[in-house]
């Protein structure tokens, strides 16, 4: 749902270097970078502006988990000086508005078409190019292709019957209304308790007549501890972000986030306890990085997660609540760490009411409501905060073909596969920014996007200067990749729980972790590693297939 009405124009034919698909972070540095090379380039994008998954996402409480020196770009001093956050972790309205203020000053829009979903992208082994349409009926011919088409970008509805029958209002956190929502004496109910529903459920709290959490899965969730910044940290902040973006780049997470390399049994019980009682009172991600062991050890990772349950029990008041609160029986951190403001302290209100699906399942949607195994719930609104088809979904939502007609569909039709994260064999010049395989959800995505990108160009300059018209991963470097990716997957922990990581979350969809768990560092130097090599992983073709 955009803010306007789809604006008219007529279908395009053009003929660019490089088609970039998307508008968020990854995809507005990419065409970029790639326009400063001196290429032409062409972005389209299904939204009618900037931003990505913060221009869909607009859900009440909508606000990024990372810190905002994290998730910001660092490629251009002039932006970072320019801009100034107001708070630790920035709200979703702040963070479209950096998104535009990048787009504006980089004068990135003029080169997108908005409201335009790429529908097909075929590689053309004639011309040695890809072929793309869209939904307003262009076609765009390009020599190289960049999917930057987000981790997370295609919502996953859930599978219980009846969605079409409530009569009441329908929400989607991840397609949320640009108009104003007013939750004002409504009964409301909400579905999901991922990252997405434990923002929503405090504010909206505060304004609803009633609130029902349906909750599945409980999720662990820290206490996020915001903050406004103050002028003085921001100048320090602006003086030292060289050197701040210098260690984001060379560490584990690709943040400036503590870690630590001391295992959780290497110092006494007492101490343990305070640690992360030191960790929970400072909020935020801190948490994460109290022990080196945390997900490679399931008895230290037990622990953790059982000093977590016993913050859930002090705080929320009745017993029965707080105990279907506490997750159970998936290690602590194995989905995705969520922080909170308020989330634990919102069942303590006597108008919020948590409808535990594990005891009463969901048996569809009705006229007036939701049905469980308990009875009807009646509802005015229903928000579904249900999740995305995460990593491989985006591009295996249209159709995607490179040599001799194979299709990602069918490729990735057992999982997805893939160099690096940003290329396939068999798909030449077509690249991925923070796809499969790379580290992606397990990583800063921004300074992923900024990497991957950097790489991306880094080989398309090699390509242009040495007369090489196109380039793709061997079979063999990409099986050998998916080797290390599945070793590493092997070790940790965040492949043991069900959840958008490992592919569970959708029907039908393969389970395995398509995600590289060897730390951002790691992977960068695997990246450079394959340059340094001459590409020696990579199949280059000078001529075009059928040419003299
Ligand atoms: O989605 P999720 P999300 N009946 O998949 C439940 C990013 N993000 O949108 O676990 C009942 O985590 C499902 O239950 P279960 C972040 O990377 C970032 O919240 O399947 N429940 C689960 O509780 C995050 O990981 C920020 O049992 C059903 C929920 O829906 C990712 O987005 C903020 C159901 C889905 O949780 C996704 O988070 C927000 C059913 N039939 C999100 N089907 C930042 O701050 C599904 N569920 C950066």
């Not at 987000?150 to 079409?164: I, N």
């Not at 399942?361 to 005015?380: C, F, H, M, N, Y």
């Not at 030449?428 to 790379?438: Q, T």
């Not at 922990?493 to 990581?501: D, F, H, I, P």
């Amino acid at each position: 749902m955009t803010s306007t009405a789809q604006t008219q124009r007529t279908p395009v034919t053009l003929t660019v270097d490089a088609l970039v698909v998307g508008a968020g972070f990854g995809g507005m540095y990419a065409l970029h970078r790639l326009r400063e090379m001196g290429l032409s380039v062409v972005g389209v994008e299904t939204g009618d502006n900037v931003g990505g998954v913060w221009y869909w996402n607009r859900y009440p409480g909508a606000r990024c988990d990372l810190m905002c020196v994290d998730y910001s770009y660092g490629f251009s001093d002039e932006i970072q000086q320019e801009w100034t956050w107001s708070e630790q972790f920035a709200a979703q309205p702040e963070i479209l508005a950096y998104a535009n203020f990048v787009a504006d000053k980089l004068d990135l829009r003029r080169d997108y078409l908005f409201e335009t979903r790429v529908e097909s992208a075929v590689w053309d082994e004639g011309a040695g190019k890809w072929q793309a349409t869209t939904n307003r009926g262009d076609h765009i011919t390009a020599t190289y292709c960049i999917m930057a088409t987000g981790p997370l970008s295609v919502p996953k509805d859930p599978e219980f019957p009846g969605l079409a029958d409530f009569k009441g209002e329908l929400l989607r956190a991840a397609k949320w209304p640009h108009t104003p929502v007013s939750f004002a004496g409504k009964r409301v109910g909400l579905v999901g308790t991922g990252s997405s529903g434990i923002q929503i459920v405090p504010v909206v709290a505060e304004e609803a007549a009633e609130l029902h959490v349906f909750q599945r899965t409980p999720s662990f969730t820290m206490p996020m501890r915001n903050t406004a910044l103050e002028p003085e940290y921001v100048v320090e902040l602006k003086r030292n972000y060289q050197a701040i973006r210098a260690v984001a780049r060379a560490s584990h997470l690709g943040g400036v986030r503590p870690v630590t390399s001391r295992p959780f049994f290497s110092i006494t019980p007492a101490q343990r306890k305070q640690v992360m009682e030191d960790g929970w009172a400072r909020g935020g991600l801190d948490f994460l990085g109290l022990f080196s062991d945390l997900l490679t050890n399931p008895e230290a990772n037990e622990h953790v997660a059982e000093f977590v349950r016993g913050k859930i029990g002090e705080t929320v008041k009745d017993p029965v609540v707080a105990e279907k609160l506490k997750p159970r029986g998936y290690p602590i951190f194995a989905r995705r760490p969520c922080l909170d403001t308020n989330y634990y302290e919102s069942f303590n209100l006597p108008h919020v009411h948590l409808q535990d699906c594990l005891e009463h399942p969901i048996e569809r949607v009705t006229e007036k409501g939701i049905l469980t195994s308990a009875g009807e719930v009646e509802l005015d609104t229903l928000i579904l905060a249900t999740g995305y088809d995460g990593l491989s979904g985006a591009l295996m939502a249209f159709d995607v073909r490179g040599r001799d007609g194979a299709s990602v569909r069918d490729k990735w039709a057992g999982g997805a596969r893939s160099y690096l994260g940003l290329m396939m064999a068999g798909f030449p010049n077509l690249f991925m920014v923070c796809g499969p395989n790379g580290p992606a959800a397990l990583a800063n995505i921004v300074t992923l996007d900024e990497q991957n990108v950097n790489w991306i160009c880094a080989l398309i300059d090699h390509m242009r200067a040495s007369g090489i018209r196109t380039a793709e991963p061997t079979q063999e470097a990409q099986d050998d990749w998916m080797e290390q990716v599945f070793a590493l997957a092997e070790l940790t922990l965040v492949s043991k729980a069900n959840t958008w990581y490992t592919g569970t979350n959708v029907d039908g969809k393969p389970r395995g972790l398509i995600m590289y768990t060897g730390g951002f560092m790691r992977y960068n130097e695997a990246c450079n590693a394959a340059v340094q090599s001459g590409y020696a992983s990579l199949r280059f073709g000078r001529e075009l297939v059928g040419a003299a």
